[in-house]
């Protein structure tokens, strides 16, 4: 069988995309601003190893399959193969027709870039235990910082920015979810605000310059320290701004006035979550207030992240994903009362479609940056996660939590005043 009708026939004859074999067998349409290439039969035995969304990852990165065209639209039109789920007699079915075991013997080893198969280093020790969790973390963050700099631009924020129009630019997005979480935290000069997995310092360096508020961020990445202090020092920063590579179990200071954790609940761990808030609360000051800003699942009930999937294989080593519903209720029964909550997961499709653009406008000095493997990895998972924002299979959610003083009183205002219509308007009344 030529691998043109196995593509019709887990796709369908009219897919909205060109696809071409090295057999020389061709289908879908011609013309498409989407072009599927198979290059060797090692992308088929990926596929017969592990058919669906995986099996198409592992042909990508290590370059026997390539997608010419935007990524973004190439997942959108081929989801029915990404999701393909066939028994073990259609798998078998299938592997005569394209040549028998062949295809599977011997078995062809996972691209490098994918950790959980090839290093056990990723897999040693308990499951978030600081040793095992450092490891995961610079897997991840410790890529490149100029890679970074490409990707994410020139507020090097790499979480979920909040566009405040339609058409803001990613810098001025990613400002503005600073300046956002800031007024959710009701910042004041001479506060003391602690920045849980604080990446390249963004959150720290806008409270400091901002709103005049002695800022600490930790991290694991020790790369991100580094550009992070370097960028302080730059910005004149150094007496309010601190970062350091440093596990956040491991903040010795006490007594803030406000924490902000962005983008650090998704590493914890189910299991670690209650502790994860419970330890927050008990560095934080009555009367202040604590923002998580994280990617959740869209409901309580569902499976956390694929142990074996892309993400967790080639992107987030241990990485887990709880229901907004249910991380409201531990923070609550953890020392917080929960006084906002917000989800802007149509931001998070935004901010990825910009780092797709950027890595694109990058992609040669991306490659030979980080190699061909790494980048691709890059443009793979953040296309899909763009889309997975899209169809609501993840989503975005900002928590916003106050510690009681003893007599119950919060000292929060009646309305939320930390958008800038209402606290223009309070301001002029």
Partial sequence: ?????????????????????????????????????????????????????????????????????????????????????????????????????????????PPPQEVRVNSRRFTIGRMHSKGRDANSISHHYDVSNRFYEWVLGPTMAYTCACYPTENATLEEAQEYKFDLVARKLALQPGMRLLDVGCGWGGMVMHAAREFGVKALGVTLSAEQATWAQEAIKKAGLEDLAEVRHLDYRDVKETDFDAISSIGITEHIGKANVPGYFAFLNGKLKVGGRMLNHCITRPDNTGPSLKKE???????????????????????????????????????????????????????????????????????LYMAGSQLGFDRNVVQLHQILGVKLHKDGTSGMPLRPDWEPSIARARASA
């Avoid at 953890?334 to 006084?339: D, K």
């Fill in 309 to 379: 999937g892309f993400i967790n294989r080639y992107v987030f080593p241990d990485g887990e994903l709880e229901g907004p519903g249910w991380l409201v209720g531990q923070m609550n029964d953890h020392g917080f009362e929960i006084r906002h909550e917000e989800n802007i997961r149509e931001h998070y499709s935004k901010t990825l479609a910009a780092w797709c653009a950027n890595l694109d406008a990058h992609w040669d000095e991306a490659v030979e940056e980080v190699g061909q493997g790494t980048a691709r990895v890059w443009r």
């Fill in 1 to 109: 069988m030529a691998l043109a009708e196995v593509f019709e026939a887990i796709v369908g004859p009219d897919a909205p995309v060109e696809f071409q074999a090295y057999d020389g067998s061709t289908a879908g349409t011609p013309g498409s601003p989407v072009k599927i290439t198979v290059r060797s039969p090692i992308a088929v035995s990926y596929l017969a190893q592990a058919p669906g969304a995986l099996g198409l990852a592992r042909a990508y990165v290590s370059g026997h399959l390539d997608v010419d065209g935007d990524m973004f639209t190439a997942l959108s039109r081929l989801s029915k193969a990404q999701e393909m789920s066939i028994s073990w007699g259609e798998r078998f079915k299938l592997l005569q027709e394209l040549g028998g075991p062949k295809v599977l013997l011997p078995r062809i080893p």
